[in-house]
Nanobody, 122 residues
Framework: QVQLVESGGGSVQAGGSLRLSCTAS????????MGWFRQAPGKEREFVAT????????NYADSVQGRFTISRDNAKNTVYLQMNSLIPEDTAVYCC???????????????WGQGTQVTVSS
């Protein structure tokens, strides 16, 4: 069982930066693929970024590529999302997730955090 707790959300003006953290309980954190997702009011949840257990092979949504950076510290059981050059369209509840990847290449997500609100004003 893995429990995920996000922190670091808040309100920022456009062009600003925030760093989100997601800390996991459990001793098998390093074996999971970790991901960040977001959901804006009235919209579907969307993928933001993933990172494999080794810390390499990060993937990003086109909408955040070049502005957001995902990283992880397995010794601290924590995954981060550094968000720079924020725009109002980034306003959403951001959640982290822990899961894996099938042999076919599809991601699956076993555990979800409660989320943290990010609000970007123009």
């Amino acid at each position: 069982q893995v429990q995920l707790v996000e922190s670091g959300g808040g309100s920022v003006q456009a062009g600003g930066s925030l760093r989100l953290s997601c800390t996991a309980s459990g001793r098998t954190f390093s074996s999971y693929v970790m991901g960040w997702f977001r959901q804006a009011p009235g919209k579907e949840r969307e993928f933001v970024a993933t990172i494999r257990w080794s810390g390499g092979s990060a993937n990003y949504a086109d909408s955040v590529q070049g502005r957001f950076t995902i990283s992880r510290d397995n010794a601290k059981n924590t995954v981060y999302l550094q968000m720079n050059s924020l725009i109002p369209e980034d306003t959403a509840v951001y959640c982290c997730a822990a899961g894996g990847r099938s042999f076919g290449g599809d991601y699956y997500w076993n555990y979800w955090g409660q989320g943290t609100q990010v609000t970007v004003s123009s």
